[in-house]
């Protein structure tokens, strides 16, 4: 018959079976990594991985935790200024870590590493201690809450500096100069230049020019009405004096300061279309600026003092920011050398901090008679900005 003959099918062999529970086993091990990679996954989950190889993904977990954090406190790529020192720092701390790393949290970082960051939000640190953040996605590109809008050679890098301590501020390192020469850029791509910041952080920048800018103030209102505007300004003969200094030692073979203070020196005519001598009108571009900013936003810092008395004006300027006082007299040393406060210990470092070889340059002499001649010119305009600004800067002594 057909049917007489049935072929009987071999049993699968035992091999088959070990091989399919190998692949499946691999699979779902996968499967619970990419789990946890994404968050999802706590320590008290139940995990189907061997106690050593559970400790090595926690390890793993760990070192990729702290990469994080360091990128916070080291700061961002974006800014040109002031992290470099700190970036290469955390990479050898990571490189220490992998070689010894201690238990930790999945979610955080231990609360006394966060903490123990200058550049964290005490805000946060509090959040991270209480175990309430995770450091995936935090942070994200704002534009600017406050400006330091001028004035050239007041003392802007110095302010900067100085505020870049507080862990509440996150500042660009160099000048974006968007309002006055980058505005057809649009506003995606100034808020690409900011830092990351976290809830409560406040991102700043500084382009002394936008003070003296006629357009400024309508791009800035136009971004922000409720944008925080700090000027610091400086004797305004000193400041053209100091003006003058920085160009000589770029272009040594410019007239002298004498000949390009007057029209006409015989009529003792001051040129106002001179840069040096038109930055300190003060009272002029401050009428600018008051038609798009109540007085109320805008902070004017003494230049003089930022050198005499850096913690009390910094202290003016947290004030007028809204945070706590955190930049105070411990984190000021002067430099009889320099003739400036310097930072005992810079944002993003552990050591002391000057401003650069090219911040107090040795101003040239100039005639008496011509500086007296500048302090008769300013003087009207020195009144007129005393009534506005509410505030005596004593250049007429």
Known sequence: M????????????????????????????????????????????????????????????????KRLMYEWTAGSDDEVMGYGAARRSSSRALAD???????????????????????????????????????LGEGSKKLPQALIIGVKKGGTRALLEFLRVHPDIRAVGA??????????NGLEWYRELM???????????????????????????AMSRDTKLIVVVRDPVTRAISDYTQT????????????????????????????AVQIGIYAKHLDNWLQYFPMEQILFVSGERLISDPAGELGRVQDFLG????????????????????????????????LGKTKGRTHPNIDPEVVQRLRDFYRPFNMKFYQMTGRFFGWDD
Request: proline share 9%; aromatic share 10%; glycine share 4%.
């Open 195 to 221: 830092p990351k910041t976290l809830e409560g952080q406040i991102t700043m920048e500084k382009t002394p020019s936008y003070f003296v800018t006629r357009e400024a103030p309508a791009r800035i209102s």
């Open 323 to 354: 945070l706590k006082r955190i930049i105070t007299d411990k984190h000021f040393y002067f430099n009889q050398t320099k003739g400036f406060p310097c930072l005992k210990k810079a944002e993003g470092s552990s050591k002391p901090h000057c």
């Open 175 to 184: 000048e974006p100069h968007f309002f006055d020469r980058n505005y057809e």
């Open 2 to 65: 057909a049917f007489s003959r049935i072929t009987k099918l071999d049993p699968p062999s035992r091999g088959i079976f070990r091989k399919t529970a190998v692949m499946l086993g691999s699979l779902l091990t996968s499967l619970f990594l990419l789990h946890c990679l994404t968050d999802r996954c706590t320590t008290t989950s139940p995990s189907p991985l061997k106690a050593s190889s559970r400790r090595a993904f926690e390890d793993f977990r760990s070192l990729r935790t």
């Open 97 to 135: 870590d992998e070689r010894a790393l201690p238990e930790e949290s999945f979610i955080l970082p231990p609360p006394d590493l966060v903490i123990a960051s200058r550049k964290v939000s005490p805000r946060f640190a509090s959040a991270a201690a209480a175990g309430k953040l995770s450091p």
């Open 248 to 275: 000589l030692s770029k272009k040594p073979d410019i007239p002298s300061f004498e000949s390009l203070t007057f029209k006409n020196r015989t009529t003792g005519l001051i040129d106002t279309s001179w840069s």
